[in-house]
């Protein structure tokens, strides 16, 4: 039985766990949907725009289908397009440079910091005149809060009052955590985040979330989010998606943002119990002053010399999985190596691609078995 105790798969995310927190309560919820029947655009998607303006502190929040729709229908209400410049760090998942191309924009890669993970407000600053030298109009910024932390927007607000350019903050990974005392979704001309359901805050499908206080660009994003539609169903007045929440993830959602804080809580517990205990091997990740970390991933970077693979294959074989995020940076995939990057290149995201990985990491992580995960760390580095 002990035997079997140790060598027991530990999950990356607890999505179970949390299933079995709330229990009934979500029971309930989708009950409720199930009874009024009504799927799309039910009273459930209003209660939950609702309760997110409460939380984040935004006047306007526009639920819509995934977090990558969120970014695509700010760039889409901006009018971005064939030879406008929006600038994205290289280090993050696709959708942050994917929506820029779908809108015929050019994404002008930039590097991060390797200490943050977030973007690096030099790079940024050479990638802007990069975008110029070919000829591009800078029109925005799409910063990343990185594995939940926040960036410093003070210093991406600086960089783009400075350059007329807009901010788009991709929360997709962040939402929950604050700069300075103010909660993401309240920053730059508009914020998006993620309800996939491994995020922090997590329906059980694909959703997302744009966050504003712009009244103006509020009405348009809700007409993109349904095809474009004016006043009249029939009367299409620009180009639109088919964007909505559907009412079933908007009652699950609503139910557990009444626990986020809670979980927020306990995910910085586990977060700093990790740095403890693995300081002195890894190079663990670190908060930057004034910043807060929801913990989307807990991602640390491995010794010179340490086999990557072997690393993680020694951690599976005793029930630990790992991930890796990401071991390409955008500008070295096959669909975005044609697209420009900073002058002076990406040092720092190809650097992090080669030695990153991630740590199982949820709010429902109990000691025992994040003792587990670092004994086999230790184990693995020959502490």
Known sequence: MNQHLRTEPVPFIDVE???RRLGGLLDEAIGRVLTHCNFINGPEVTRLEADLAAFSGARHVIVCASGTDALLMVLMAKGIGPGDAV????FTFCATGEVVVLTGATPVFVDVDESTFNIDI???KRGIDTARKLGLKPRAVIPVDMFGQALNH??????AADEDLFVLD???QGFGASFNGRKIGTFGLATATSFFPAKPLGCFGDGGAIFTDDAEL???LRSIRVHGQGSEKYDNVRIGLTARLDTMQAAILIEKLKIFDDEIVARNKAAERYSRALGNLVTVPRLAEGCTSVWAQYTIRLPQGVDRNDFAATLKAQGIPTAI????SMHQQTAYRGFPVAEGGLPASERLSRDVISLPMHAYLDEATQDRVIAAVRSALGA
């Open 170 to 172: 991709d929360a997709a």
């Open 87 to 90: 600038l994205c760090p290289s």
């Open 17 to 19: 766990a949390q299933r």
């Open 218 to 220: 509020a009405e348009v």
């Open 122 to 124: 030099a790079s940024l």
């Open 325 to 328: 995020y990401y071991p390409k």
């Open 154 to 159: 003070d210093a991406i607000a600086a960089v």
